[in-house]
């Protein structure tokens, strides 16, 4: 007799941590895929001819002028790209952010390791090569269709170097099969089309 009331209480201590599992559950899908039709509702065009107020504001290539502060890439192990499209050497880096342009290392617009397509071998290139003015034209007409498909990231872009970091950055359009770069040699682009496909 004091076993079976052992194993009642056990099961009803099961019985009531199983429903309270099954509510929870329950109630985290529900909220889950409430979260999900909102995320598809933003990422909706409601008006077809309606353009987002892209605030691209881009560098007309006058580098004489003195800046006090620069961002940069930060993430390189060796190389840094600053906002005026000089690539250096992490040592070659100023204070304030800027590269040193007295320094051997340093060069600005430098597309050294990119292809015609606008896909480089390394990141810090292929962002100082995505700033030269002459890539305004094919940076507006990416921004023109990026504005049906991803609204809500490029909206956060405040200017050209914002989104050259953004554009050069890997994307689905440099992977195939999710899990392979279609070239791993240039796998950061900010070009129109995505790498081409090596053989395997």
């Known amino acids: 007799m004091m076993v079976l009331r052992r194993l009642l209480r056990r099961r009803w201590v099961l019985g009531v941590v199983f429903g309270l599992s099954l509510i929870y559950f329950i109630t985290s899908t529900l909220k889950q895929e409430e979260r999900t039709i909102r995320d598809r509702t933003l990422l909706e065009v409601r008006d077809l001819d309606h353009r987002i107020p892209w605030k691209i504001r881009f560098n007309l290539g006058n580098s004489s002028r003195q800046m006090t502060q620069c961002r940069n890439s930060i993430q390189g192990k060796a190389l840094l790209t600053d906002e005026l499209g000089y690539v250096c050497e992490r040592k070659d880096l100023l204070v304030n952010g ?42 507006e007409r990416f921004l023109n269709r990026a504005a049906e498909g991803f609204q809500n990231l490029f909206t956060a872009v405040e200017d050209h170097f914002e989104l050259c970091l953004a554009k050069c950055r890997t994307s689905s359009q440099s992977v195939q099969h999710e899990n392979t770069y279609r070239n791993p040699q240039a796998k950061y682009c900010y ?10």
């Open 98 to 139: 800027c590269c040193n342009v007295n320094t051997p290392s340093s060069r600005q617009y430098i597309c050294k390791s990119c292809l015609a397509n606008g896909c480089c071998d390394i990141y810090e290139y292929c962002v100082s090569c995505c700033l030269q003015p002459d890539k305004q034209p094919l940076l």
């Open 191 to 200: 070009g129109e089309s995505p790498p081409e496909l090596l053989p395997i």
